[in-house]
């Protein structure tokens, strides 16, 4: 199992970013896909869901409204986009699957996201 | 601040047992059997240790154990060795369509 996130980097605040989550050796199609956020020094925060069905979303109340998480079955990748982003968004964001949608079975190395002017 | 407490850090030597809390509500931990805890050494991902309050994937030493009573989890780290020496987090559905993690607790080995 490998999960690669991309699409990490500098942006202005207020601007917008599109992480990918690449997966081999898993279906991100058959499970229950996270994305988790670690600001520097910080602890980890969960960020947003989708499940199996790949319909079904749900977002943490910092993220609701501006991130949407999303997934192609066809590239095997999850998808978030994050729009209106500000200062504390600064994280590195980790995608995380599994078979169960309450566990983080299987993790990403991250991608950093930093919004600075 | 994280809706899971957890101790900012606790510590033990070689061979001893340490046992990590992660205390929520009624809501939270209280109500939902799905309490995980996860082990992070620094600069690497975080991995799961223990799921389902007590459960432990394979390759996990059973060294680690996960309980529950009441709105408080625990983590114990029974014959404390030095690579066990990281931070640690409980993650739990908060049954509002939302996840909450703790805080994180630094085990330090002596």
């Known amino acids: 199992v490998q999960l690669v996130e991309s699409g990490g980097g500098l942006v202005q605040p207020g601007g917008s970013l599109k992480l990918s989550c690449a997966a081999s050796?898993?279906?991100?199609?058959?499970?229950?896909m996270h994305w988790v956020r670690q600001a520097p020094g910080k602890g980890l925060v969960w960020v947003s869901r989708?499940?199996?069905?790949?319909?079904?979303?749900i977002y943490a109340d910092s993220v609701k409204g501006r991130f949407t998480i999303s997934r192609d079955d066809a590239k095997n990748t999850l998808y978030l986009q994050m729009n209106t982003l500000s200062a504390e968004d600064t994280a590195l964001y980790y995608c995380v699957g599994g078979v169960a949608g309450h566990n983080l079975e299987n993790w990403g190395q991250g991608t950093l996201v930093t919004v600075s002017s | 601040q994280s809706a899971l407490t957890q101790p900012r850090s606790v510590s033990g030597s070689p061979g001893q047992s340490v046992t990590i809390s992660c205390t929520g509500t009624s809501s939270d931990v209280g109500r939902y059997n799905y309490v995980s805890w996860y082990q992070q050494h620094p600069g690497d991902a975080p991995k799961l240790m223990v799921y389902?309050?007590?459960k432990r994937p394979s390759g996990v030493p059973d060294r680690f154990s996960g309980s529950k009573s009441g709105n408080t989890a625990s983590l114990t780290i029974s014959g404390l060795q030095a690579e066990d020496e990281a931070d640690y987090y409980c993650f739990s559905y908060s049954g509002r369509n939302t996840f909450d993690f703790g805080g994180g607790t630094k085990v330090t080995v002596l």
């Open positions: 050796g898993f279906a991100v199609s058959r499970n229950w």
């Open positions: 389902d309050v007590f």
């Open positions: 989708i499940n199996s069905d790949g319909i079904n979303t």
